[in-house]
């Protein structure tokens, strides 16, 4: 968990009972809003039982941040809630501004509900357009996930269309990844460990935060057989 002063500041988002929008305009299936102050693992697992399905996060998750200020923080808690929306099941709807036009660059949020807006990148060039239909295009739920074991985490990782399987076992390397479960400043992290975790793709940098990106596995999405 990010420790700085900007955690208490409350991420306002709305909820919704279905995930189907056409349906948010029956009595009952829009909550209402709700702030976001606590971990977003411990609100998204407390929403899903009170029957949450679906979220509207409004505003942007800017990946052009810089430094470790409260900007920066409330872009990687952003990210963070919609990685475990995505993780739970849940609809969201929300935007992405990335850092840059190459065409791929997209790729590494893959694993992650599709944005309902790209927004284009300081420029304005590429093709966000093209980019966001890829993105709904090829997006399932065992993309890039992991799940822990006594003393392990295993990685799956399919975002470059085959599958990568890292199993980590090193107690520094667990220990690292724990930190950066909901973001880290890069200055409080092993910096070999998290190069080697950012080979992989498995964190990005938002400033200067560094933070997880795989979510977690809660059901095989496949008969076990198949898999």
Not at 63 to 88: F, K, M, P, Y
Not at 93 to 99: I, K, T, V
Request: net charge negative; hydrophobic share 45%; glycine share 10%.
């Amino acid at each position: 968990m990010l420790t700085t002063d900007f955690d208490s500041r409350p991420i306002l988002v709305g909820l919704a009972r279905d995930h189907d929008p056409a349906v948010l305009s029956i009595p009952g299936m829009t909550i209402g809003p709700a702030e976001l102050r606590e971990p977003a693992a411990d609100a998204v697992a407390r929403w899903r039982a009170d029957g949450v399905r679906r979220v509207d996060l409004p505003g942007a998750v800017d990946l052009t941040v810089t430094g470790a200020d409260e900007t920066a923080v409330d872009t990687v808690r952003r990210l963070v809630l919609v990685r475990e929306l995505t993780s739970h099941g849940i609809a969201v709807d929300w935007r992405l501004r990335l850092p840059g036009a190459d065409a791929d660059e997209w790729l590494p949020y893959s694993h992650l509900r599709a944005p309902v807006e790209l927004l284009p990148p300081p420029g304005g060039e590429g093709d966000p357009a093209a980019q966001l239909a890829a993105w709904g295009k090829g997006f399932y739920f065992d993309r890039c996930t992991f799940r822990r074991g006594p003393g392990f985490v295993q990685v799956r990782d399919r975002r470059s269309g085959r599958l990568n399987l890292l199993t980590i076992d090193d107690p520094a390397y667990l220990a690292v990844l724990d930190q950066l479960m909901d973001g880290a400043p890069i200055t409080d992290v092993d910096l070999g460990i998290a190069r080697d975790f950012g080979e992989e793709g498995l964190v990005t940098k938002i400033g200067d935060l560094l933070v997880w990106l795989p979510h977690r596995l809660r059901r095989w999405p496949l008969p076990s057989m198949v898999i």
